[in-house]
């Protein structure tokens, strides 16, 4: 099937201090996209990619849609301590209703 | 405006025990899902609708697993008899044709 790779696991950060994490297939997606997670709650959108290269910010938050397809980053400038949750990838090919999730990367920031 | 409603959030039940959980929709939207979040497997895709209709249900288990969608604003997912691996969180989510998904609070479930 088609797995996405999505590292680190978990980072524990200093507030402030900026963070990288990213997902990696051995398939090509057409769309990559980025969820936070809060404990309890269910995912919510940070970015969408649909176009191979793309480059998008949401504030201080930056993602990447990588060239081959197969890869995606999301950087998080200047960490704050409500940033704290679990961020997902999330690839789609051609159904647009196919998503596949990476394990995620639990991050904590400590104040 | 409401987002993904789901209920029950909480379901404690005994293992053999029909457990039903509820999704009510964003208003408007055509797409519905429901996925499974558990540690080891991650955000899995279970099943999901077009306009009410079951379009694929090839992430669904087994046959103890059931989710149907009666009218545009409501769906059930079924699990009946409930086993202690059925443990998990279970998310609703909707979407409009062109845009991406919004998911519901989650239901977790555990099967004693």
């Known amino acids: 099937g088609q797995q996405l790779n999505q590292s680190p696991q978990s980072m524990f950060i200093q507030e402030g201090e900026d963070v990288s994490m990213n997902c990696t297939s051995s398939?090509?997606?057409?769309?990559w996209l980025w969820y936070k997670q809060d404990p309890g709650e269910g995912p919510v959108l940070l970015i969408a990619l649909y176009k191979a290269g793309e480059l998008t910010s949401n504030g201080r938050l930056t993602a990447q849609f990588g060239i081959t397809r197969k890869d995606s980053f999301l950087n998080i400038s200047a960490s704050i301590p409500s940033d704290v949750g679990i961020y997902f990838c999330a690839g789609r090919r051609d159904n647009n209703n196919d998503m596949r999730f990476g394990a995620g990367t639990r991050l904590t920031v400590k104040p | 405006d409401a987002g993904v409603i789901q209920s029950p959030r909480h379901e404690v039940t005994e293992m053999g025990q029909e457990v039903t959980l509820r999704c009510k929709p964003i208003?408007?939207?055509?797409?519905l899902f429901w996925y499974r979040q558990t540690m080891m497997r991650g955000l899995e895709l279970l099943i999901y609708?077009?306009?009410?209709?079951?379009?694929?249900d090839s992430g669904m288990p087994e046959d103890r697993f059931s989710a149907k969608m009666p009218n545009a604003s409501f769906s059930t997912l079924k699990i009946q008899p409930s086993e202690p691996r059925d443990s998990a969180v279970y998310f609703c989510a909707s979407r409009e044709s062109g845009n991406e998904q919004f998911f519901g609070p989650g239901t977790r479930l555990t099967v004693l």
């Open positions: 609708f077009n306009n009410n209709v079951p379009i694929d």
């Open positions: 208003s408007g939207h055509d797409y």
């Open positions: 398939s090509i997606f057409n769309t």
